[in-house]
């Protein structure tokens, strides 16, 4: 999962609509809302427009502290945001393509030993958004776009369990106007599909818990 903050909601949304696409999900903020947003569930956080923050150098002190060491990249939109540099992994040119910078995140983690950003797997399930097809043990499961998103997002939060609002608000478009019976109908749709290959549902719902992804851990604390 991304942070996107920026001043501008409607901007931010555009910008997590794009990380949408590449299957990540993506949160977009403004500044002062991060602060309480920013969790342990997220890879990475892209400030936009630096410059445009009170007190950037502590503002990026506070994020970063509150994530648990969260890494910060940032979007500059002048030379001003480059004069920023220093306070990110990396600062990048509202030019570059979302693709390089996604390439360039992922890049960074990997040399600092960091989770990458758009890494998803759990129990055998490969959900990395760069596969072509999600998979199950090696077996290619013809999960929906959507569908992938939603388990990318319960890969994120296991082995907490989630309620279908919390899915809505992290697992879809920001723009999306989804209801909460969609969610259920995407989330038997993933069980069907994976009941055919394997023999067995793959989410559980549970009263005071919610949606959970199931694995040998997960049902072996229900017995």
């Given amino acids: 999962m991304i942070l996107i903050v920026h001043t501008s909601q409607k901007q931010a949304k555009e910008i997590a609509d794009v990380f949408y696409y590449?299957?990540?999900?993506?949160?977009?903020?403004?500044?002062?809302?991060?602060?309480?947003?920013?969790s342990l569930y997220y890879r990475a956080v892209l400030i936009c427009k630096p410059s445009a923050l009170p007190c950037p150098e502590e503002y990026a002190d506070r994020l970063?502290?509150?994530?648990?060491?969260?890494?910060?990249?940032?979007?500059?939109?002048?030379?001003?945001?480059?004069?920023?540099?220093?306070?990110?992994?990396?600062i990048f040119d509202s030019e570059d393509s979302s693709a390089r910078i996604l390439l360039?995140?992922?890049?960074?983690?990997?040399?600092?030993?960091?989770?990458?950003?758009?890494?998803y797997s759990l129990a055998g399930l490969s959900l990395d958004c760069d596969l072509s097809c999600p998979q199950y043990c090696d077996t290619p499961i013809p999960f929906t776009k959507t569908e992938a998103m939603i388990l990318r997002y319960l890969v994120r939060t296991y082995p907490d369990g989630t309620d279908v609002h919390h899915i809505l608000r992290y697992a879809m478009r920001p723009a999306s106007l989804s209801d909460p019976s969609g969610i259920r109908t995407h989330i038997y749709g993933i069980n069907r599909k994976f009941l055919s290959k394997?023999?067995?549902?793959?989410i559980a719902s549970t009263p005071g818990e919610g949606y959970k992804i199931l694995t040998p851990e997960s049902k072996a604390a229900t017995v």
Wanted: aromatic share 4%; hydrophobic share 45%; proline share 8%.
């Fill in 22 to 38: 590449m299957g990540i999900p993506a949160s977009a903020r403004r500044p002062k809302e991060a602060l309480s947003e920013i």
């Fill in 64 to 90: 970063r502290a509150l994530g648990g060491g969260v890494p910060l990249f940032a979007l500059a939109e002048g030379i001003e945001d480059f004069a920023l540099a220093p306070l990110f992994e990396a």
């Fill in 104 to 119: 360039r995140i992922r890049e960074i983690q990997r040399s600092k030993g960091l989770p990458l950003l758009g890494a």
């Fill in 198 to 202: 394997t023999g067995r549902r793959l």
